[in-house]
């Protein structure tokens, strides 16, 4: 006779009932058919994604997160074809890991071509940088709120003018115009080219 502790029991019980109210939504689910079609052409479907992007282990990685996708927010409609739709959602999150990918990697090559570039300087030229940085903060604090809004927006979260537009409840003229003063503010006080 097997004697399982407590503390094990109260573990083996939290995971059956977490596998079983998972299996209940996805059994009732409408679209349970798409995960059902997933498991059942998880194979074919990694190997549709590693054809398009060439790594087994991003593949799966992508499927993956397609599943969990699914589970968490089933589509509101019926889909009549699975497997076409599972192959469409795959084909597009791999896109967007690739890219997510290609953006930290910039980002990593960047902040290492600064350390770089920071530890072959003396100490003047930090404290200029710092100084001309403290420069750049107080300029952009006090231009006004909807310029300042504007240019953060665009150049510090890369936001296009049209969403800008769109969060402000602005037209993208009124964008434009807010980003032109901003920078021309910015170019004449801290006497940079932007």
Same mark, same amino acid.
């Given at each position: 006779? *097997?004697?399982?502790?407590?503390?094990?029991?109260?573990?083996?019980?939290?995971?059956?009932?977490?596998?079983?109210?998972?299996?209940?939504?996805?059994?009732?689910?409408?679209?349970?058919?798409?995960?059902?079609?997933?498991?059942?052409?998880?194979? #074919?479907?990694?190997?549709?994604?590693?054809?398009?992007?060439? +790594?087994?282990?991003?593949?799966?990685?992508?499927?993956?997160?397609? &599943?969990?996708?699914?589970?968490?927010?089933?589509?509101?409609?019926?889909?009549?074809?699975?497997?076409?739709?599972?192959?469409?959602?795959?084909? #597009? /999150?791999?896109?967007?890991? &690739?890219?997510?990918?290609?953006?930290?990697?910039?980002?990593?090559? +960047?902040?290492?071509?600064?350390? *770089?570039?920071?530890?072959? #300087? +003396?100490?003047?030229?930090?404290?200029?940088?710092?100084? /001309?940085?403290?420069?750049?903060?107080?300029? *952009?604090?006090?231009?006004?709120?909807?310029?300042?809004?504007?240019?953060?927006?665009?150049?510090?979260?890369?936001?296009?003018?049209?969403?800008?537009?769109?969060?402000?409840? *602005?037209?993208?003229?009124?964008?434009?115009?807010?980003?032109?003063?901003?920078?021309?503010?910015?170019?004449?006080?801290?006497?940079?080219?932007?």
């Amino acid at each position: 006779m *097997i004697f399982i502790c407590e503390k094990n029991q109260s573990q083996l019980r939290y995971w059956i009932s977490r596998i079983y109210s998972l299996a209940t939504v996805l059994l009732t689910s409408e679209n349970s058919s798409l995960v059902v079609t997933l498991v059942y052409h998880y194979d #074919h479907l990694v190997s549709y994604v590693r054809h398009h992007f060439g +790594d087994r282990h991003f593949a799966q990685d992508v499927v993956h997160d397609v &599943c969990i996708a699914l589970i968490e927010r089933p589509p509101q409609q019926v889909v009549h074809t699975p497997l076409a739709f599972l192959q469409h959602l795959l084909k #597009h /999150r791999a896109i967007d890991r &690739c890219r997510n990918d290609q953006v930290q990697q910039r980002h990593i090559a +960047d902040m290492q071509a600064t350390a *770089i570039s920071f530890s072959t #300087h +003396d100490g003047a030229h930090m404290l200029h940088f710092k100084q /001309r940085l403290a420069e750049l903060i107080t300029i *952009i604090e006090q231009l006004p709120a909807r310029q300042r809004q504007v240019f953060l927006l665009h150049r510090l979260h890369q936001m296009p003018q049209q969403e800008i537009a769109d969060e402000l409840g *602005i037209s993208r003229n009124m964008v434009t115009q807010h980003f032109g003063k901003a920078i021309a503010t910015i170019q004449r006080a801290w006497g940079v080219s932007l």
